[in-house]
């Protein structure tokens, strides 16, 4: 199957789990050593899901990490098997976002990888297929999102024709924190002929609600 989809970069986007550093909402609620251990499993998990597509070249694996400085990254990097490793640095969830593409370009370009996919580390029910359809749909699309409960989305997949022509576009004029994220991404292309598709969705682990919600 592999041989007629295109290889992506996924990025995952990961917080380290230390002590009072993730999580701060659900750490109100079942304290800070367990929010913090519910974080390290998710991280893994989505390591683990990333690594079943890894093995049959159907996407490299970048992390992107914040909560550490460049050592201290690439020693967790290493400890969860994965090379290819950056900081997220500093501004908003869009800022650090359009900061990987950028880093990430030069790589993609050596690689003839054409298409990016970003997740997050806070989907316990990630499993290889979220990926594949991604992988999938993006042969037939321009953007590829998957909803959260919370208003946003759990996955971003990004073609190449966003990634050449419209960069800012998924990135800009969006409060990160609020329930709208989902739809003021679809609104900054409403002037642009794209194709769009979305995938199932999910529920964020964010607060102890989440939690409750997935039983």
């Keep these: 199957m592999q041989k007629y989809l ?3 970069l996924l990025i995952i986007m990961a917080k380290w789990h ?4 993730c999580k701060t909402r659900l750490s109100r609620d079942i304290g800070k050593i367990n929010s913090a251990k519910i974080q390290s499993v998710m991280t893994n998990h989505t390591i683990s899901v990333a690594k079943s597509l890894q093995k049959i070249n159907l996407i490299d694996i970048s992390i992107a990490i914040s909560g550490l400085g460049k050592k201290n990254c690439r020693r967790w990097s290493k400890e969860l098997g994965i090379k290819k490793f950056n900081l997220q640095g500093e501004g ?5 976002m359009k900061r990987q593409i950028i880093i990430n370009k030069k790589y993609c370009a050596q690689n003839k990888i054409k ?5 997050g580390t806070d989907l316990p029910d990630l499993c290889h297929l979220d990926l594949i359809n991604t992988i999938k749909e993006l042969k037939q699309n321009d953007l590829i999102l998957g909803p959260s409960n919370d208003g946003g989305y759990w996955l971003i997949g990004l073609s190449a024709k966003i990634i050449s022509n419209y960069l800012n576009l998924p990135f800009i004029n969006i409060r ?3 329930e709208n994220v989902l739809q003021k991404t679809i609104d900054n292309f409403s002037s642009v002929k794209l194709k769009y598709k979305y995938l199932d969705k999910k529920i964020d682990i964010d607060k ?3 939690i409750e919600n997935r039983k």
Excluded at 92 to 96: Q, R, S
Aim: with cysteine.
């Design 92 to 96: 908003c969830l869009g800022e650090k």
């Design 176 to 178: 990160w924190s609020k």
């Design 6 to 8: 295109d290889k992506a």
């Design 208 to 210: 102890i609600v989440d």
């Design 115 to 119: 298409n990016i996919i970003f997740i």
């Design 18 to 21: 230390g002590f009072g550093r």
